[in-house]
């Protein structure tokens, strides 16, 4: 944390904070409606987007909600930037609100998107627990609440929908996702990187990024970490990341700790 928090030699470099929302800043909930962040969480974030003021580095949530999901969940801080349905979409936290980039789906696109919903709609037909969120860009079958046999079902023919169509199924914790805009978060953070650079005024230095995410859908973002990197693992499982934290009370810590750092160099 102390390596990435410091100076580095030679031209200004600016900083990114990027942490997924659900099973990192929020615990998982049966109702993703109800999700919000931890209450730990919650004031490390706002503490930390407090110390970034006047600062070359920046916060951002990057998740596999829609944009206006993500946004109405998280209540993020004001300059904060904001990544939906894994990179599909993005948009900037300002004193109005948000500032949402317009999706545009090509006509291909959206007739992939009409045939996903409609096969997906029917992977779940009958399984009690079993459901579809559509979102602007994609379809996404979650099971939770699902008894074993009929997850296994429902996600086999998630998958075989998705290959009818050429698209590729994302599955994750209790979820498999198809999109028709084919990105991820490591590209969302890629271009975050680059995004961040030439907003704090440092286009000459690569970004140092801090990433922090609980599910296999975050590893394509420590993929793209390199030196001067931090990866933060929330929960068990194999990653790519090099810390690991238990839950959102740990990575509230992490962010205090981050505060504390900026806040020093600050004073």
């Known amino acids: 944390m102390r390596a990435f928090a410091a100076d580095a030699d030679g ?7 990027a942490l997924d929302f659900d099973g990192t800043l929020s615990p998982l909930v049966d109702d993703p409606l109800a999700a919000r962040m931890a209450p730990s969480a919650r004031a490390a974030v706002d503490r930390l987007a407090a110390a970034l ?3 070359t580095t ?3 949530l990057v998740s596999g909600r829609n944009l206006a999901d993500l946004a109405e969940r998280s209540e993020p801080p004001v300059g ?3 990544v939906g349905s894994h990179g599909a979409e993005t948009g900037h936290v300002t004193e109005d609100g948000l500032d949402a980039v317009p999706l545009d789906l090509t006509p291909e696109q959206a007739d992939h998107l009409a045939a996903l919903r409609t096969g997906m709609a029917e992977a779940v037909a009958g399984r009690e627990g079993a459901w579809v969120q559509e979102k602007p860009s994609a379809a996404v079958l979650h099971t939770r609440l699902a ?3 009929d997850t296994q079902a429902a996600e086999h023919l998630a998958d075989a929908v998705a290959a009818r169509l050429g698209l590729h199924a994302m599955h994750g914790k209790d979820v498999v996702e198809v999109a028709v805009v084919e990105t991820s978060k490591g590209e969302a953070v890629d271009r975050l990187r680059d995004v961040v650079g030439q907003d704090a005024g440092c286009p000459d230095a690569r970004t140092r990024v801090l990433y922090a995410g609980d599910d296999t859908t975050d590893e394509t973002a420590f993929a793209v970490l390199g030196p001067g990197d931090l990866g933060v693992k929330v929960g068990d499982g194999d990653t790519l990341a090099a810390q690991r934290v238990p839950d959102a009370d740990g990575l509230a810590a992490v962010l205090d700790l981050l505060a ?3 806040e020093r160099q600050e004073a």
């Open 11 to 17: 031209p200004p470099a600016a900083r990114l904070v």
């Open 53 to 55: 003021v006047g600062t």
């Open 58 to 60: 920046r916060l951002a």
């Open 80 to 82: 904060t930037y904001l």
């Open 147 to 149: 008894s074993a046999a």
């Open 260 to 262: 504390d750092l900026l």
